[in-house]
């Protein structure tokens, strides 16, 4: 039996939706596309992916906020 993991699943119509050109969008397909990239997030943060992603983040944020001091 095939299974497709949903956040591989959602990944792949994100980067479909975004290909598309910009003119192209309605409002409603733009509203559509940051729910399945909100979806997306909340399926990916729990991984240790989204947790390794998280820290890189945290230290970008971190060397800015003391930088800019």
């Known amino acids: 039996m095939l299974t497709i993991n949903v956040a591989?699943?959602?990944a792949v119509i994100i980067v479909v939706?975004?290909?598309?050109?910009t003119?192209?969008?309605s409002?409603?397909?733009e509203k559509l596309t940051v729910l399945i990239v909100l979806v997306f997030?909340?399926?990916v943060a729990p991984?240790?992916?989204g947790q390794g992603v998280l820290d890189v983040v945290g230290q970008l944020a971190s060397g800015?906020?003391?930088a800019g001091r």
């Open 8 to 10: 591989v699943l959602l």
């Open 17 to 21: 939706r975004l290909r598309r050109r």
């Open 23 to 25: 003119h192209a969008r």
């Open 27 to 29: 409002r409603n397909d």
């Open 41 to 43: 997030g909340i399926l």
């Open 47 to 49: 991984t240790a992916f």
């Open 64 to 66: 800015i906020n003391g």
